[in-house]
């Protein structure tokens, strides 16, 4: 199924006629004859959409809407109202109430699937917000603000400036957010000079018969626009180019000559559904921060570097080429801890981190092993370069004091480094490992402070 969807109204014949058109289109369809019913299925399912009547018997859609929106449960859903047609206050009601959508009676059924398309995408969202949200606190994770105090940007691109300015005239005092207005032959410029906005509200006939549409692919095209709120003004001759554009990925439509209460409503949800988006990635970046990072030192993990060492190799030997794999052991680490505290030796760490990074290429792979070892690997790298780059890491940590200790006594550490040479008919990762480690151990037995290539490693 395409997804599920819950529709609720008191008159037994339109939610029939209303299930028999979404399930054409392989929607999951559930029913409620009243308001109460719809509430308790909503929570009980958690559709991915809810379309309710203005008129549910017990109740309002509005009504219904509303509770739907107060209730965490279910306040992700994505809600439509069908309202009756040339009643603009029941759209504004509508929309007031919360609902992302509202429906005209009689419902067309090209405009009603492209509506439903376009809500099922913004409930992908929501939903995966939630679900990382919740996935994030119990792993104990803090939760990001829900909350937006950050004004948005909004650019108007009208068929003329003359259109815009009266949109931006609609607005004042009911949007906060910085409104400026775009001409259409001139927004991809802009936008390549770093004048990106969050929302885009463009005219279907913007820069001719087919420039509004096309402007919309040239978003969706662009990393910088992809994730932007897209709002298409049409009037009745443009309504095909219209429900084209919601399958373009516009997120919303607003008929030319509307309401400007309706327009700063429906703008409001825009924005709201795309700084949501926005926390997604944010919450997705911070996810795999804190899952590839190691929380002290600010590098890479074990858990990410295995993973990666195996595509460094695969790559190694595909086109030929040698890696060196160096695995690196702070000497006498328990010795600082012992003497001077754990927090001198964190700091230790930290600046012993700071170091290798500092003398690493950014291609090189520099991780946090585990406790006071490293690993470092470096593609494209001979026997004689990784052997130099070595010995500098080594005179690199040694050169001054790595801390400070609570006593003032300034705290000078060395390294021991085993080194392993990998690529094209070499060793698999786990050999190559070992043999660093047998290198790093002898290293060490051999006095520390040194660099020792590993037996088979040449």
Request: neutral net charge; glycine residues 6%.
């Amino acid at each position: 199924m395409a997804g599920r969807i819950l529709i609720a109204d008191n008159v037994p014949t339109n939610r029939i006629i209303l299930k028999v058109k979404l399930s054409s289109a392989f929607y999951d369809v559930t029913q409620a004859p009243t308001g109460q019913e719809a509430l308790k299925l909503a929570r009980e399912t958690r559709p991915n959409l809810i379309i309710l009547d203005g008129d549910l018997g017990d109740m309002s859609g509005y009504d219904a809407c509303a509770t739907l929106k107060a209730d965490p449960l279910t306040a992700h859903i994505p809600v439509a109202i069908i309202t009756p047609a040339q009643k603009p206050e029941a759209k504004i009601a509508a929309l007031k109430a919360g609902a992302d959508e509202f429906l005209s009676k009689p419902l067309d059924e090209l405009t009603l699937t492209a509506r439903v398309r376009a809500l099922m995408r913004a409930s992908a969202t929501s939903e995966e917000l939630r679900r990382r949200n919740e996935t994030a606190h119990a792993l104990g994770f803090s939760e990001a603000a829900s909350h937006y105090a950050t004004p948005g940007k909004i650019a108007l691109i009208g068929s003329t400036s003359e259109e815009a300015m009266t949109w931006r005239a609609g607005l004042k005092g009911m949007v906060h957010d910085e409104i400026a207005i775009e001409r259409a032959d001139h927004l991809l410029e802009s936008i390549y000079h770093g004048k990106v906005a969050d929302l885009y509200v463009i005219s279907a006939q913007a820069g001719g018969s087919s420039e509004g549409l096309r402007l919309i692919s040239d978003l969706r095209a662009r990393e910088t626009t992809r994730s932007a709120g897209i709002v298409v003004v049409h009037g009745p001759q443009d309504r095909r180019e219209a429900l084209m554009a919601l399958d373009l990925g516009a997120n919303d439509l607003i008929t030319r000559g509307a309401d400007p209460e309706e327009m700063a409503l429906r703008l409001r949800t825009q924005m709201r559904r795309k700084k949501e988006a926005d926390l997604l990635k944010m919450t997705l970046d911070e996810g795999l921060r804190m899952a590839t990072r190691d929380k002290l030192t600010g590098l890479y993990n074990r858990h990410y570097a295995m993973p990666h060492l195996a595509k460094l190799a695969r790559d190694a030997r595909d086109n030929h080429q040698h890696f060196a794999v160096m695995l690196l052991d702070i000497d006498k680490f328990k010795t600082v801890n012992d003497t001077y505290g754990h927090a001198t030796g964190d700091a230790v760490l930290i600046d012993v981190a700071k170091r290798l990074s500092d003398s690493l290429r950014s291609m090189d792979l520099l991780a946090r092993f585990g406790g006071e070892e490293f690993l470092v690997c470096m593609p494209m790298t001979t026997l004689m370069e990784a052997r130099a780059v070595a010995e500098r890491l080594r005179a690199t940590i040694c050169a001054r004091p790595a801390a400070v200790a609570p006593d003032g006594t300034p705290v000078t550490v060395s390294a021991s480094i085993g080194l392993a040479m990998g690529g094209a008919g070499q060793h698999d990762i786990d050999t190559l490992l070992e043999i660093a480690d047998r290198a790093l151990y002898a290293a060490k037995a051999e006095g520390r402070n040194q660099v020792t290539l590993g037996s088979h490693a040449a």
